[in-house]
């Protein structure tokens, strides 16, 4: 079993930053794929980020250039840094994991089997 408790989510203005944090428990996850997706008020959860175990990233369209993910293998710990934060990121945050590494299929959410409980992003205009 993996534990994922993400935090570092808040209140931020627009064009301002956050860096969101998911620790790991329970096992190693060096080894594993990693996301963020997030679900916004009255919206199905979406993908926001993926970093294999080989450090290969992905973005969705609209985080690239703007997002950052990022592992510590070392702390166990999968990090998201948000820079220029828009309105439209107002969301909860959730960081999950991939332990069969579905590289082709990193965007789906049923590719993860452990999820975080999340932690809520607010960004005033």
């Known amino acids: 079993q993996v534990q994922l408790v993400e935090s570092g989510g808040g209140l931020a203005q627009a064009g301002g930053s956050l860096r969101l944090s998911c620790a790991a428990s329970?096992?190693?996850?060096?080894?594993?794929?990693m996301a963020w997706f997030r679900q916004g008020p009255g919206k199905e959860r979406e993908f926001v980020s993926a970093?294999?175990?080989?450090?290969?990233?992905y973005y969705a369209d609209s985080m690239k250039g703007r997002f950052t993910i990022s592992r510590d293998n070392a702390k166990n710990t999968l990090y998201l840094q948000m820079n220029s934060l828009k309105p439209e990121d107002t969301a909860v945050y959730y960081c999950?994991?991939?332990?069969?590494?579905?590289?082709?299929?990193?965007?789906?959410?049923?590719?993860?089997?452990?999820w975080g409980q999340g932690t809520q992003v607010i960004v005033s205009s």
């Open positions: 329970g096992r190693p996850v060096s080894n594993y794929g």
């Open positions: 999950a994991l991939d332990q069969y590494n579905r590289a082709n299929s990193y965007f789906a959410t049923s590719s993860y089997e452990y």
């Open positions: 970093i294999t175990w080989s450090r290969t990233t």
